[in-house]
């Protein structure tokens, strides 16, 4: 599949999303959007990909939406809703999907940022900076920051970067704990892809059965629900390759192989 405003590419089990309009800062797009959503749901498809980390081509992440993009390109009977998102459910594709890293390499603005509140982990350059400016220029956050920066980040420290509007480094990121990573420039994208082939080592079903245990437990006070919600879970790990392989690894001492535990059940 041929992309525009994105660069796919594959670096041994992780699957690479570059942000390229590095003359824009890589600002956001609906079409941008889009082919996000396509290319992280190949991703998904791909059994041979276990991880996304996605960063931005050149000094800059992305710096938020493109405003002269919706001036020149949207027309007004478009809906609100296809004009801020390109028409993707972004938090379902995320939550859903394969681990997603984000490897941030320079400024992070508006929806540079909020797009990847809902990532899995978030490692931050040296030379990156943060900017959640909605109030600034006379708008409130969207694609469920002010659920997700509270998740992060806590109460006060959520006020504190949506009300006074101002940017942050790096490394006070990680401080606060919006970032989870600090990584020299010259390392980001290495320490990223790093952390993404540990995680894509791992079965790719129970990863995702875990980001949905974690989305859907980790604001509920209900134990009993949040047990019933594993005990599901769990019960079909047990039916599945990957737990029999696992198991059988452990037994005779040696490495698993899940993809040829689940190629074998195709046969």
Known sequence: ??????????RGNVCLIT???PEKLNAWTPDMSRELGQAIT???EDEDIGAIVMTGEGRGFCAGADMSYFQNNIDASETKAHKRDGGIDWISL???SKPCIAAVNGPAFGIGVTQILPFDMIVA?????FGLVFVRVGIVPELASSHFLVQRVGWGKAHDLLLTAR???GAEAVELGLADRLSEPETLLDDAL???????ANPSPMLRMTKQLLSANSCDTDTARIQAREHESLEVCYTL????EAVAAFTEKRAPDFKAARAKVRE
Do not use: D, F
Not at 125 to 129: G, I, Q, V
Not at 194 to 200: C, E, P, R, S
């Open 241 to 244: 390759p990957e737990h029999k």
């Open 1 to 10: 599949m041929s992309y525009e405003q994105i660069k796919v590419e594959t």
């Open 125 to 129: 350059s040296t030379l990156s900076k």
């Open 42 to 44: 190949a991703a998904n």
């Open 19 to 21: 942000l390229n309009r």
């Open 167 to 169: 940017p942050v480094s």
């Open 194 to 200: 790093a952390l993404a082939g540990q995680m894509a």
């Open 94 to 96: 995320i939550r859903s």
